[in-house]
Every structure is written in C-alpha cells, then in structure tokens.
C-alpha cells in the first residue's frame, strides 16, 4: 500500500521567503510527527499530533515555526521568513496510535535550501 | 533530559565479518530503545525495538541498563547491510511512543 508521502521532495527558497512543507501520512494513521536533520546529525523532534490536535509542539524552535493538520490527515510545517540555518531534510511520520508500541513509519523527506 | 550517543560515525568491515553498532543513552527513567536504518536512497524505517526481543536481518540488540546501551549486532555482515543506522530512544513512560531522540547515526559499510 501507499507510504507516507511528502512534497515537495526537494526545495530551494531564498532567504525571507516563507516555505510550506507537506505531509500525507498513512491513510488511517492518527498519530503524524514531523522531526528535523540538519547535515550529519540524527531527525531530531519538533511536534507531533493525535488526529487533528496538536499533541506537543516543544521541538519547534522558535516562532516562525509553525504546523497544523486541519482534518486530521494531511499536515503542513509552515516555516515563515526563512533563514539559512533552517536548511535541512524535513522528515515526517505517522503511527496508527501513540499509546502502545506503535511503529512510526517515514515518509521520504523533504530536503530545503535556503539561500 | 534524554541523551543518544552512537561514538562512531563510520564504521567498515568485511562481508562475513562480525559487526558491532554501538548505542549508548542517557535517560533517568525506564527506556524505549531502537534501531533505525535508512538504505541509500530509502526512507528511515524501523529495524527493531527492544521490547520485541526478536532478530530482523540477522541483527540483534540487547538493552543492557547496567551500561545504559543499546549496541547493534550482527555475527556475519553481509553487502546488503551497507547503511546508515540510528539508535533511538522513547523516554515516555507507559508505552507511548512519540518524541523519539536519535543518535547521530554510524554508516556501515560491508565490504566484499
């Protein structure tokens, strides 16, 4: 069946511009997490949901961060004013549930430049 | 605050050769460790988790909490097993498996 997908896969945007990132996870999947990697480094947190609400939004790491899943299903991080420091691969995932041993399942990224 | 430490970046040996991943973690309650392995040109997916006990691909990982690590192994590498792998760690309690920590990840490469 369907993964989870993402696009664009890549995406290269100036510096000031605003970026929206999307994620289509596993049809049926409540759970949606979206994590960073920067170069050389492993996906690091920044905010997950449960169905349409926002569960945990610690990871964000500042306030031009932002992400939203309206329906319950698709979702967007939405990166506004981008800086050169915000280019990394954007790497969403979904999960059946959160509360068991529920395997988190990646979706291919999507890779951002800003420059 | 929860901490992955995979020491090696890089890591080479032989095909049929043993391998070693290692995986320490930094975490005051009671862990939930993994094994993420990304193949090139694949996406990130799970390898195996610790509360399975079980082998995938010939790998095994045992939770030592005495040493607080995670280490990955495998008795003969194969070419196939060439890949980026990531230990990650679920410090929620209860089961709940969200707000993974990764390690840094190690590359192995297995050589003909």
């Known amino acids: 069946g369907a993964g989870v997908s993402q696009s664009p896969r890549y995406k290269v945007t100036k510096r000031g511009q605003d970026v929206a990132l999307r994620c289509d996870p596993i049809s049926g999947h409540v759970s949606l997490y979206w994590y960073r990697q920067a170069l050389g480094q492993g996906p690091e947190f920044l905010t997950y949901f449960n169905y349409e609400a926002q569960q945990d939004k610690s990871g964000l790491p500042n306030d031009r961060f932002s992400a939203e899943r309206p329906e319950g299903s698709i979702s967007t991080l939405t990166i506004q004013r981008t800086e050169q420091r915000d280019s990394a691969m954007y790497r969403c995932a979904s999960s059946l549930g959160w509360d068991g041993p529920y395997e988190q399942y990646f979706g291919p990224g999507t890779r951002l430049t800003v420059t | 605050a929860q901490r992955v430490t995979q020491p090696e970046k890089l890591l080479s040996v032989f095909k049929g050769a043993p391998v070693e991943l290692k995986c320490n973690y930094s975490?005051?309650?009671?862990?939930?460790l993994f094994w993420y392995v990304q193949y090139s040109r694949q996406r990130l997916q799970l390898l195996l988790r610790h509360i399975s006990r079980e082998s995938i691909k010939g790998f095994t990982a045992d939770l030592n909490k005495g040493e607080t690590s995670f280490h990955l192994k495998k008795p003969f590498a194969q070419e196939e097993d060439s890949a980026m792998y990531y230990c990650a760690l679920n410090g929620n309690s209860g089961g709940s498996n969200y707000k993974l920590t990764f390690g840094k990840g190690t590359l192995l490469t297995v050589n003909p």
């Open positions: 975490y005051s309650g009671s862990p939930e």
